[in-house]
């Protein structure tokens, strides 16, 4: 019990100060997360409409931003490409009754970080919350071996979110970044879906979605966007490695 205590104390501690923003127009689902947040020790800003949430993510500056897909004025999908057009480093997590993997795939498209699909438990949505926030923890970033990474003609500078291939900057979305450093951190080791997943989204979707083929599938296109040769192989079975062509034992 003392073990539990001390975490939970740990947690909010950790969670003091940080801001959120929610987004989201029903008074229920509102008042149920914000009270659940406001008691972990975060600090929780309420629009009840995509205009007015618009006004206030690029008026104020937040942790992270939760939003409902369904909004008054403008649609939470519209609204989280404006927002991130606005700002491409706030975490943004959508809401939704929708669930199945086109919805998914589509909400994780317009810029999002994760998708949680109502009805959730607040433990789970805590859970993302934190792995999002982990994700923007300086510290991390600022290790010095985290800061340059290469494979062959594929350079990511961890520190100024850079990306190049041949001497071409490459403009990657949040979650494509972080799918790509997840492969360049560990080459030529088969990364199974069920990893990938856990890394690059922080909390197991549904193992049958298939968000990480859509993902591998974008990044590729744009690593191979002048004709270059091909990093990310499929290992059918296994998952997904990166390698050079020539490279043969897979």
């Given amino acids: 019990m ?5 975490y939970d104390l740990h947690h909010k501690e950790a969670d003091h100060k940080k801001k959120i923003l929610l987004i989201e127009d029903d008074d229920r689902v509102c008042s149920f997360i914000n009270k659940g947040l406001s008691e972990e020790g975060f600090e929780v800003s309420v629009a009840m409409d995509g205009s007015t949430g618009f006004q206030m993510s690029t008026t104020a500056s937040y942790n992270l931003i939760i939003m409902d897909i369904m909004l008054p004025n403008i649609g939470g999908l519209d609204l989280c490409k404006m927002i991130r057009n606005h700002d491409c480093e706030v975490p943004i997590l959508l809401l939704s009754a929708l669930g199945s993997t086109e919805n998914v795939v589509v909400g994780l498209n317009t810029g999002a970080d994760d998708y949680l699909t109502k009805p959730f438990k ?4 805590l859970a993302r919350i934190r792995a999002l926030l982990r994700r923007k923890d300086p510290a991390k970033s ?5 800061k340059n990474l ?7 500078n961890d520190y100024t979110k850079e990306v190049a291939r041949d001497g071409q900057e490459i403009a990657l979305t ?3 970044y972080r799918l790509l450093h997840f492969f360049m951190n560990h080459p030529r080791r088969v990364l199974s879906r069920v990893e990938i997943l856990d ?3 922080g909390v ?5 979605t298939n968000v990480v083929d ?4 974008y990044l590729r296109k744009k690593l191979e966007k002048s004709k270059a040769s091909r990093l990310i192989h499929t290992v059918i079975g296994m998952g997904y490695v990166l390698k050079e062509n020539h490279e043969n034992g897979m």
Avoid: A, R
């Fill in 122 to 125: 607040f433990i789970e949505l």
């Fill in 199 to 201: 890394e690059v989204w």
């Fill in 174 to 176: 949040s979650t494509e």
């Fill in 142 to 146: 600022e290790q010095p071996h985290d």
């Fill in 214 to 217: 859509v993902y591998v599938n």
């Fill in 2 to 6: 003392l073990e539990k205590n001390t």
């Fill in 204 to 208: 197991n979707f549904d193992m049958n």
């Fill in 150 to 156: 290469q494979f062959g003609d594929l350079i990511l």
